[in-house]
């Protein structure tokens, strides 16, 4: 079973900048995409980002595009989402996916258990 564990949430003012992390663990050989995921109260899940299993090919949610960078380290099976120029609608419980599909942008099969982001204006 593939495990998802992230880290590195918190309290942030706006226009700061926080890095998460996902350490990803358990038989990957079947994952091709890797991507990031958050939402916000009573709001619906809201897609982040997703790159392919390499880190190389990434594409980004219109709300996040040129803020938000998504990094693999491959070699440590970790993968990073880079958030800068943050804003209060930022704020959202963040979340680590991992997909049995191509599909960048699909259905994700592994998630993690989430952690807090929270920008203050």
């Known amino acids: 079973q593939v495990e998802l564990v992230e880290s590195g949430g918190g309290l942030v003012q706006a226009g700061g900048s926080l890095r998460l992390s996902c350490a990803i663990s358990?038989?990957?050989?079947?994952?091709?995409?890797v991507g990031w995921f958050r939402r916000a109260p009573g709001k619906e899940r809201d897609f982040v980002g997703g790159?392919?299993?390499?880190?190389?090919?990434?594409i980004y949610g219109d709300s996040v595009n040129g803020r938000f960078n998504i990094v693999r380290t491959t070699a440590k099976n970790l993968l990073h989402l880079e958030m800068n120029s943050l804003k209060s609608e930022d704020t959202a419980v963040y979340y680590c996916?991992?997909?049995?599909?191509?599909?960048?942008?699909?259905?994700?099969?592994?998630w993690g258990q989430g952690t807090q982001v929270t920008v203050s204006s």
């Open positions: 996916a991992a997909s049995t599909s191509v599909a960048l942008r699909g259905n994700y099969d592994y």
């Open positions: 358990g038989p990957a050989f079947n994952i091709y995409t």
């Open positions: 790159c392919d299993w390499s880190g190389e090919v990434c």
